[in-house]
C-alpha cells in the first residue's frame, strides 16, 4: 500500500537536509530533470536522486507516494513551463498554435522526461490548466461541444507524439543522431531517377526537410481543418465576418 503523502506545510517545517538545503517538491523535480538529462530514464532512480539532494533516499517518499507519482509531477512541471508567460489574445487559431508549439518545444527541451512522460496522464494542476485553457479558447471560437472535443484530442495526442517522436531523436547518441540525418544526403540523395524517380526528384526538399520537426506543419494543418469547419457551422455570412476578424 502507498505511503500517504505529507501535506505541503507540514514538509516545510521540516529540517533541512545535511547540507543545509530545504527540500520542496519543484526542487526534486527540478534535480530529477537534471538526473534525466545526464544519465537518462536508467538514472532516475530514488537512490541517485537522494544523494544529488543530499538527503536519505526515504525523505522523497514525503513528497511522492514512489517513483511513478514523481515521473507524473515531472510531465506536470513540463507542460507549467509551456504555460508560463502565454494569456489567450481572444484569437483562437493563433492561441491554439501558441500553445502547441509552447508545449512542444518544453519537452523537446527535455528529451528523456518526455519520452517518460509524454504518454502519462497527470491530472495535475498545470496538466488541468492546460486542458481547460485548450477547451475555454475551442467553446469560445464558437464550436459546438462535439466539434471542441474532437479537435482538442487531437490536438493534444499530436502535440504530445510529434513531442515524443522529436525527443527520441534528441535522446540518441550524438553520432547515432548525425548518421540518421546523414542518411538523407548519403543514401536517398543517391538514388537514381531510373529507379526512384520520385525521391531523386525530391531529394534536395527531403534533406533539408526531413532532419527538422514536422509538428509546425502538422499544427498548421490541423488547424486548418479546424478553420474550415468551423465556417461550415457559422455560415457563408458569419463565416465572412470571422474571418475580417484577423487571422485568429
Same mark, same amino acid.
Request: aromatic share 6%; charged share 25%.
Given at each position: 500500500?502507498?505511503? %500517504? ?10 529540517? %533541512? ?128 461541444? %462535439? ?45 537514381? %531517377? ?55
Amino acid at each position: 500500500m502507498p505511503k %500517504p503523502v505529507v501535506p505541503e506545510e507540514k514538509r516545510r517545517r521540516r529540517r %533541512p537536509t545535511r547540507s543545509g538545503t530545504v527540500l520542496s517538491e519543484s526542487l526534486i523535480v527540478d534535480t530529477a530533470l537534471r538526473l534525466l538529462r545526464e544519465h537518462g530514464s536508467a538514472g532516475l532512480t530514488a537512490r541517485r536522486l537522494g544523494l544529488a539532494l543530499d538527503c536519505d533516499p526515504s525523505t522523497l517518499y514525503r513528497y511522492f507516494r514512489g517513483m511513478d507519482d514523481l515521473t507524473l509531477a515531472i510531465g506536470d512541471a513540463l507542460i507549467g513551463r509551456a504555460l508560463r508567460g502565454w494569456d489567450p489574445t481572444g484569437q483562437w487559431r493563433a492561441d491554439l498554435r501558441a500553445v502547441g508549439l509552447r508545449i512542444h518545444a518544453a519537452y523537446v527541451a527535455h528529451p528523456q522526461a518526455a519520452l517518460l512522460t509524454a504518454n502519462r496522464v497527470s491530472g495535475r494542476a498545470h496538466e488541468l490548466a492546460a486542458d481547460e485553457a485548450v477547451l475555454d479558447v475551442l467553446r469560445t471560437a464558437g464550436f459546438p461541444l %462535439p466539434d471542441t472535443v474532437r479537435i482538442y484530442h487531437a490536438f493534444v495526442d499530436q502535440t504530445l507524439a510529434f513531442a515524443a517522436l522529436d525527443a527520441a531523436s534528441l535522446a540518441l547518441p550524438s553520432a547515432a543522431l548525425r548518421a540518421d540525418e546523414q542518411m538523407w544526403r548519403s543514401t536517398y540523395a543517391r538514388l537514381p %531517377p531510373a529507379t526512384h524517380p520520385r525521391i531523386a526528384e525530391a531529394a534536395p526538399l527531403l534533406a533539408t526537410r526531413m532532419v527538422t520537426s514536422a509538428y509546425p506543419t502538422a499544427l498548421d494543418m490541423l488547424l486548418d481543418s479546424a478553420a474550415t469547419r468551423l465556417k461550415e457551422l457559422q455560415g457563408p455570412v458569419q463565416g465572412r465576418r470571422s474571418d475580417q476578424r484577423g487571422p485568429g
